[in-house]
């Protein structure tokens, strides 16, 4: 029977193959790389997406056969480092993911590569560093530290040593660190007076996040109040590690692992006591709704965590159908370029933020659908930081074209590379801002 041209199923996600010994074969990679990258040669459909897909296509023209064949096997690994495991390819745009017979799951692929490399220490020292967001976070928060760091960071010559010493981008966003982290800033609730709803048990526990906890606290505050507002108590766990994705995205499998040890037991705990969860950056959520589950398919606590794990918005949404979420808005917001991040995107709810805020009357939403380039470290690396910049260019257009009153994303280290790069004095606003601003409270 011949190979059908796409597919019209819903994608299956098979869960990550990592105790496999196979996994980390070297041969075996190598070929699973040819296979894939010879589909997408003859495809070509991600080429607008990001780094990785241009990189492979400039690399099989310009070889000797123009087939991947030609293609040297050190060269895979510029595929590999440009991509940042966004998750576009795989849920937005490839025909040929299961249940189609060629079985392409590209991000994992490029995800098993990064283990490998990762194994053999081949890592930058600098990279290890940028992902222990834990640490960088709880050191560069102590007081005094925090303004010290803040202020060294806005010194152009010492960024250009920076980027000389430590290869970080000398015009990259770098984010503020506060000495008062959000985790200390709101208070335990008991959830007692909690009404439920639907799937929602009416009581949510905010997962803080690194950047939330040290870098932009208010933001979480602003959640805290549109929740309250609306009658759902929230608490904290009692501990909480970085949800893994850094590390994932790096490929160290073990410091993931070691994150879930800490911070499965205590959700979980929380979902027991009736609490729902939520985080207020989308990659953090996406961890807990996908990537451990796709590691730890048969891990109850994991499952557990995945069934409780809610978007903010997709939260507030769900209450919304139940007529329990409050629109006595004071304020409208006016015109508001949204852009959708893409770890959002790919968790399949629809675009919950946007319907959120079009509850606000007064208030007209443009919608940007398309990566920003940022990803945590992408931007902020010597090496591809110009590519971010260029991914980027067509969101700044959009939300210059807009003419908006406000601009902002779901994932704020987005909105600050959109400012980064758009660099009119504007300052983007996270939707729960906006939300908040519109309650007036
Ligand atoms: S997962 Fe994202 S960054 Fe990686 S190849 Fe796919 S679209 Fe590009
Ligand atoms: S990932 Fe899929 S859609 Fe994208 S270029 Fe490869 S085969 Fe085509």
Not at 128 to 144: E, K, N, W
Not at 230 to 255: W, Y
């Amino acid at each position: 029977m011949a190979t059908r041209e796409g597919s019209l199923e819903a994608p299956t996600r098979h869960p990550l193959d990592w105790c496999n010994p196979d996994f980390l074969d070297e041969a075996s990679l190598f070929k699973e790389m040819e296979r894939v990258f010879d589909i997408c040669h003859g495809c070509r459909r991600c080429v607008s997406l990001c780094q990785s897909f241009p990189t492979l296509f400039d690399l099989v023209d310009e070889s000797s056969t123009q087939e991947v064949d030609g293609v040297a096997k050190l060269d895979y690994w510029k595929v590999v480092d440009h991509c940042y495991l966004c998750d576009l390819c795989y849920m937005t745009k490839c025909p040929y993911v299961p249940p189609h017979a060629w079985n392409l799951d590209f991000p994992h692929l490029m995800l098993r590569a990064k283990v490998f490399k990762f194994k053999q220490g081949d890592t930058k020292l600098r990279d290890r560093i940028l992902t222990s967001t834990d640490t960088v976070g709880r050191l560069a928060g102590i007081p005094v530290v925090a303004q010290v760091v803040n202020a060294v960071n806005k010194i152009k010559p010492v960024r250009k040593m920076m980027e000389s010493v430590a290869e970080i981008h000398a015009d990259a966003w770098l984010p503020e660190f506060h000495s008062k982290p959000l985790r200390s800033r709101l208070e335990r609730e008991s959830g007692a007076e909690a009404v439920p709803a639907g799937r929602t048990s009416g009581k949510v526990a905010l997962f803080a996040t690194c950047y939330m906890n040290r870098n932009e606290p208010g933001i979480g505050e602003d959640f805290a109040a549109v929740f309250e507002h609306n009658g759902i108590p929230v608490t904290l766990a009692e501990k909480e590690r970085c949800c893994g994705m850094p590390k994932l995205e790096l490929g160290d499998l073990d410091a993931v692992i070691a994150a879930k040890e800490v911070n499965i037991p205590q959700l979980a705990k929380l979902v027991d006591a009736g609490w729902d969860l939520t985080a207020l950056i989308p990659s953090c959520v996406l961890m807990f709704k996908q990537e451990l589950p796709l590691m730890f398919p048969d891990d109850p606590d994991v499952l557990k965590v995945k069934a409780a794990f809610f978007d903010p918005f997709e939260y507030l949404m769900l209450r919304h159908k139940e007529g329990q979420l409050k629109t006595d808005f004071k304020t409208g917001l006016g015109k508001v370029s949204y852009h959708a991040a893409c770890h959002q995107r790919v968790q399949n709810i629809g675009q919950k933020t946007r319907e959120v805020l079009a509850l606000v009357p007064g208030t007209e939403i443009d919608v940007i659908e398309r990566c920003s380039g940022h990803d945590g470290t992408y931007a902020v690396k010597k090496e591809s930081h110009a590519a971010a910049m260029k991914i980027v260019k067509p969101v700044v257009g959009r939300v210059q074209q807009a003419k908006a009153d406000h601009y902002g994303s779901d994932c704020a280290m987005a909105g600050h590379h959109i400012e980064n790069a758009m660099k009119d004095g504007r300052a983007p606003e996270h939707p729960m801002t906006l939300l908040r601003k519109a309650y007036g409270i």
